[in-house]
């Protein structure tokens, strides 16, 4: 009976909930999720270990707030047509665990999917959307990412709305993350119905290639990366393009973890780790917990970076930044080192989405090494690096 006099209190509450959607995430969600490290094998006390070390291990202080639950974690409907938890994973539920995680400061996120069934085979939300949501919101949940499998004959448009809608309806702040792959470019028309919208497969910890499952494939950093560069103008605060969880301490290299991080800190891109935060090195979470490359990734501006000249096997990238900062990344993607020179007086910056100029020929910018905090100078005088493979330089330029 509880349930149903939720439903209806959020129904008849429609008007004064009514929200738009874009006005939540107005910066890219920044958390954690279960699927890249533990995929199906999720359950409470993993979830309890991973909120306690968020709050705990500078992460919370770093900006990460949503500890989100992927797939794998239902049972079945109820008599009345209600989503389950699975009582062996979370005896306790998820309403108990939202309350958990909330104690710590930070916000729970869970998964479903458009169809009837998940990617993992669980029961999904398919003809059930606004019950769901209404019982996500009676739990707490503040995040929720909708993925695409099981979807023939579904239209992307309307399958998302209807999802969007329902989450409207219960007057809770649902951010809502639309897993769709790219399949159908969510990017022309996901801003308004979700707060981030996945613009490729899946990531793999690979640096560089293409993990192919023969019906479907993983993708390296490189490749996500360059699939982002045509899709720029698209994203903005509160409605981001989201190249996927990271893979930050999930078996690449130092230098390869930093790139990755990096790149999607340039992107503007939802920060969502996938490791085991509870048992993670030192080297990882200085990654993770840097501040001043989240800064970039957080700037309130909301404009994706953009490349702008290779220098051999490097990549340079800027990233207009409020009060007119800007964000300098030098991608090497190649395996050797690579010296690079940038003679700042002789080159032309410039952002036509953003309608920023950096006139480096007549305004001069202080430099900060993002990755060692030290000075690097000015733009009085070129720069001149090495750039290990993989690997990359990030600068902040901020007018002297």
Known sequence: MKKYLFILACILCVPAFGQDMNQRALTPPMGWNSWNKFQGNVDEQIVRAMADAMATNGMKDAGYQYINIDDCWQSQRDAQGF??????????????????????GLKLGIYTDVGYKTCGGYTASRGHEFQDAMTYAQWGVDYLKEDWCNAENLNPVGAYTTMRDALLVTGRP?????????????????????????????????FDGILDHTNWQQWGVLQI????????????????NDPDMLEVGNGMSINEDRAHFSMWCMLAAPLISGNDLANMSPDTLSILANKDVVAVDQDPLGVEGFADATNGTVELWFKPLANGDWAMCALNRGTQPQNISFDWKSEKVADALSKRDAHFDTTTYSLKNLWTHQDAGDTTQPLNAEIPGHD???LRLTKN
Not at 92 to 97: E, M, P, Q, Y
Not at 190 to 198: D, E, L, Q, S, V
Not at 225 to 240: E, F, L, S
């Open 83 to 104: 989503i389950q938890a699975d009582p062996a994973k979370f005896p306790s539920g998820i309403k108990a665990l939202a309350d958990y995680v909330h104690a710590k």
């Open 174 to 206: 649902i951010v809502f993350s639309l897993c769709e792959w790219g399949s159908n470019k969510p990017w022309l028309w996901g801003a308004g119905i979700g707060n981030c919208w996945r613009t490729t497969s899946d990531i793999c910890p690979r």
């Open 225 to 240: 990366v360059d699939a982002q560069k045509p899709i720029r103008q698209y994203a903005g605060p509160g409605h981001w």
């Open 392 to 394: 990359v330089l990030m």
